[in-house]
């Protein structure tokens, strides 16, 4: 082994980080101070471990921002333990006894490497690193050239040290490096001059650009492969993956033993290819409506994130300025305070420089309630379309037309189900960390009491803009779903919201959908219902306001599209029980053939031998039947758990992480004010002492 000295082998441990840590901290005051009261791992840069005599690498998880790591003059074995050092810039693993590269997948920032001296034979297993730039692989077991080849993947690698290995003992070893890395800048620490390079192209001009044709054929198969993942994972997304061709025909046969026995019988050749191409159609069909779908799935959720931003942002921004405007007096507040000379007059403005970090912490709590109370409508809004927009999916792939009653397989009680388990666990959460801001909120002042009636509307901005009218009534299972829902909403709500929805510009939304009419549908059977709509809201100069729902089309296009031009999997089940009937009449009838003697055809052993009785070949072709049906309801079992799972955990996600936001606010409000308050006390407690 590479010994440095007579002393055991050591493994990284905790204790001998701290004393490297120790050892190479600052010198001065400052770095006494820290040595006192602990470095944090986390906070470290560089980190020099040579001369150790370490066997093993360990205990490295710490150490996440680290950039630098000397462990040069070791006997380390094996790369291992840096999984977490994925900020690492600078590694020195030099005089060691690896003999492999490994262990470097998550070094993916990496520039500056160096294994000089150890046992590596092969270089292989650097491919995360794509910003390496320095790579020293001197003194090594390194001979076959095929290892300069893997190097020209990395497209910023500068400067390269082979020497000592036996490929280095080639007589054209500089030129064929210089041709093969004709980026290469500094070899075994040597710069290559525009000559050496010219030669180098010379006289490996054939064998480059060969390689470069190998190369380009295999980057064109990597994109082909990279393009098909990517489309494969569109494809998922929309829940239609392998639906866009013959997959799941052939799937249905690839088991069926029957089935294969049984297209051997005359006539059955030709029936087999026209049913797959009326199913493979039909699945094209399935396969196109889920893309669409998809599309409006991903309009819904970009409008949302759209509005949730410009909401935090212009609260952040009202707070901002807020804040400004208390710290311009704050600093002269503070000035006056500590000039007083008077004990009357310095405790009247200590109390009132206490009343303004008051208001400051009920203005910016009430902007945080404001947010959370615009938040919950807007998500529960978004909450309903999503799950709305889910429902028509799998309705439609289930062959229900999209406004049909209750009653039907996953019709609206399928939707008000899946609403009701994706919502009730996280309203509960929402509303306890409401509960816990208005807490926060009601210390100080009764100005922190806001009215709910600003906030308690549909906002403005989530008003779809005009495309195609659709005026109320609504349709009658839209108006039956309306009038489940009770909506609460406090008293003087409604003026509120007319007065809103009369004075800011509708949100241009971007959603395909028609079922923004639900959520303001909702609203308005609440609004006819209620006092607050039959007394005067605007000036008697102007109209009262006019609500429209507008929706990209019609509800009669809706429901035409949806019945007329989408093809689902009901119509996957019909065309193979059609299927299934025409089989099992050429069956019965070749079996009759064959017992009268005037079957012409020759056929197989194995296919005449389910033709013993008619029992036998009606249950043949019951058992192919039921595979195939099997496979069909799998197919759709699978879609619409997939559909209606990312349903739920997308809900749940938005919900859990507007909880984690304003938990966030609160603690950061609270942070900043006892910040502020100790300012203070603190200029109090100095005066006393004085």
């Known amino acids: 082994m590479n010994r440095l000295c007579d002393m055991e082998p050591r493994v990284m441990d905790d204790e001998m980080l701290k004393l490297a840590v120790g050892q190479q901290g600052p010198r001065d005051e400052a770095g006494q101070l820290a040595k006192q009261e602990g470095i944090l791992f986390k906070d470290v840069l560089s980190l020099q471990l040579d001369f150790q005599n370490i066997l093993r690498i360990d205990s490295l998880w710490q150490f996440e921002n680290l950039r630098k790591l000397q462990l040069d003059n070791n006997v380390i074995e094996k790369i291992e333990g840096l999984e977490n050092l994925t900020r690492l810039v600078w590694l020195d693993l030099s005089f060691n006894n690896i003999e492999a590269i490994e262990g470097l997948d998550t070094l993916v920032n990496l520039e500056d490497l160096s294994l000089f001296n150890n046992r590596i034979s092969k270089i292989d297993s650097l491919d995360a690193l794509a910003k390496l730039q320095v790579l020293s692989l001197g003194n090594n077991q390194i001979g076959n050239m095929m290892n300069i080849i893997y190097l020209r993947r990395f497209k910023d690698l500068r400067t390269l040290s082979l020497s000592g290995n036996p490929v280095a003992e080639a007589e054209d070893y500089r030129t064929c490096i210089c041709a093969y890395l004709p980026d290469l800048v500094y070899l075994d620490f040597r710069r290559i001059d525009d000559q050496t390079k010219e030669l180098a192209e010379m006289k490996h001009q054939y064998s480059v650009d060969e390689l470069k044709h190998r190369e380009s054929l295999t980057q064109a198969r990597l994109e082909d492969e990279r393009a098909r993942r990517q489309e494969l994972a569109e494809h998922e997304a929309a829940f239609v993956e392998h639906l866009n061709g013959p997959f799941l025909f052939d799937s249905m046969y690839a088991e069926d033993m029957e089935g294969s026995q049984l297209s051997h019988l005359p006539g059955v050749g030709e029936l087999l290819q026209t049913y797959k191409d009326k199913f493979v159609i039909i699945c094209l069909n399935i396969f196109e409506y889920g893309l669409k779908q998809q599309e409006k799935r991903k309009a819904e959720l970009d409008t949302f994130m759209g509005c949730v931003q410009e909401a935090v942002q212009e609260k952040q921004e009202q707070g901002k300025h807020k804040i400004a405007k208390f710290e311009e007096k704050h600093l002269l507040s503070l000035s006056s305070i500590r000039d007083e000379s008077e004990l009357t007059n310095f405790e009247i403005k ?11 912490a009920n203005v910016l709590m009430t902007l945080e309630m404001q947010l959370v109370e615009q938040l919950e409508e807007t998500i529960n809004m978004f909450e309903r379309n999503i799950i709305d927009l889910v429902g028509l999916f799998v309705e439609n792939v289930q062959s229900l037309y999209p406004f049909l009653d209750a009653p039907l397989r996953g019709g609206a009680a399928g939707r008000g189900a899946l609403r009701a388990r994706t919502t009730a666990p996280r309203l509960q959460g929402a509303g306890g960390s409401r509960l816990h801001f208005k807490q926060k909120a009601q210390k100080g002042t009764a100005s922190s009491q806001l009215s709910r009636m600003q906030l308690s509307g549909v906002p403005s901005r989530w008003l779809p803009v005009r495309s195609h009218a659709c005026p109320l009534p609504l349709p009658p299972r839209k108006t039956a779903h309306l009038q489940r829902m009770e ?34 549908g909702r ?6 219902s209620s006092e607050g709509l039959h007394r005067e809201t605007t000036p008697r100069s102007h109209p009262p ?16 599209e949806a019945t007329d031009k989408y093809i ?11 299927h299934h009937g025409k089989l099992l009449e050429i069956a019965i009838s070749t079996l009759e053939k064959i017992v009268k003697g005037e079957l012409d055809e020759d056929l197989p052993d194995a296919v005449r031998s389910l033709f013993v009785d008619k029992d036998t070949i009606v249950n043949a072709v019951g058992a192919s039947h039921d ?14 758990t997939k559909v209606n799972s990312w349903c739920a955990h997308l809900v749940d996600k938005i919900h859990r992480d507007e909880i984690m936001r304003n938990r966030r606010r609160v603690k950061e409000i609270n942070q900043y004010i006892d910040h502020v308050q100790s300012e203070l006390d603190s200029l ?5 002492l004085d």
């Open 487 to 520: 909506i609460c909403q406090p008293p003087g709500m409604f003026e509120e919201y007319f007065r809103t929805l009369s004075t800011k510009a509708p949100y241009e939304s971007r959603s395909l959908d028609a079922r923004w009419a639900a959520p303001q």
């Open 545 to 560: 306001p006019v609500l429209q729902v507008h929706t990209p089309w019609g509800w009669g296009d809706l429901c035409a």
């Open 568 to 578: 689902i999997y009901k119509e996957c089940r019909d065309l193979e029980n059609h």
């Open 350 to 360: 200590m109390a009132e420089y206490s009343e303004d970090i008051t208001e400051l």
């Open 627 to 640: 595979i195939h049906l099997l496979k069909i309801d799998n197919r759709e079992d699978e879609l619409v």
């Open 523 to 528: 609203v308005l059977a609440r609004l006819r």
């Open 684 to 688: 109090e407690c100095s005066d006393l």
